[in-house]
């Protein structure tokens, strides 16, 4: 069936520094990919996607490409904030969006 | 974007009691809603798919008679843990769809004591 896998947190920056959020995928068919974000007390929040191959996801200054070759969709960011500090969800659908599959999530620690 | 509302957020129950979990998109219309189980430092687990005027259609190895799920309107679908044990705490999230997008509630931490 299909998989995420993303790097174990928390973690832990200095603001300004540069983030690398590690993701890796299985499934049989064309998947979509998604990055989530879930700040403190809040729900999920959809922080890009990507849907075919090549494709570059980007959004306040966090992107992924969708690299069908090494099955991976890192997060990156060049820059952290404080405001940055929640947890990361690496996803995918390859139903037709309905449903998701997730990966563990990765705690993000940034520290002024 | 739209949102999607869930209470209650945080709920402790006894053993064997029963606690409802509602999950109402606000500014939209959702047909389908999706219930997710999350582990300490696990994935998001789907659950079971909630459609609007029908049956559930749950994961395998969800039991349905334990986790009783009604989508009685397009904005409302509640999650019922019967009967509830120790090892049924847990995160709950759910979920609706607008358009492609999927958009989702706080969560509600439940402590079965």
């Known amino acids: 069936g299909d998989s995420v896998t993303q790097m174990e947190g928390p973690v832990t920056l200095s603001e300004e520094a540069f983030l690398t959020i590690n993701c890796t995928y299985t499934a049989t068919g064309y998947p979509s990919l998604f990055w989530y974000v879930q700040y403190p007390g809040e729900g999920l929040q959809l922080l890009l996607k990507a849907t075919k191959a090549d494709d570059k996801g980007s959004n306040k200054g966090f992107e992924a490409t969708y690299r069908k070759e090494t099955t991976s969709f890192h997060l990156e960011k060049g820059s952290v904030q404080v405001s940055d500090s929640a947890v990361y969800f690496c996803?995918?659908?390859?139903?037709?969006?309905?449903?998701?599959?997730f990966g563990k999530g990765t705690m993000l620690l940034v520290s002024p | 974007g739209a949102v999607v509302s869930q209470h209650p957020s945080r709920v402790i129950c006894k053993s064997g009691t029963s606690v409802k979990i509602e999950c109402r998109s606000l500014d939209f219309q959702a047909t389908t809603m999706f219930w997710y189980r999350q582990f300490p430092k696990q994935s998001l687990m789907l659950m079971a798919t909630?459609?609007?005027?029908?049956?559930?259609?749950?994961e395998q190895g969800v039991e349905k008679d334990k986790f009783l799920i009604n989508h009685a309107s397009l904005t409302l679908s509640t999650l019922t843990v019967t009967s509830a044990h120790p090892e049924d705490s847990s995160f709950y999230i759910c979920?609706?769809?607008?358009?492609?997008?999927?958009?989702f509630g706080q969560g509600t931490r439940l402590t079965v004591v």
């Open positions: 996803a995918l659908s390859d139903r037709g969006y309905s449903t998701l599959t």
């Open positions: 979920s609706a769809r607008e358009d492609w997008e999927a958009f």
């Open positions: 909630s459609n609007e005027g029908s049956k559930a259609t749950y």
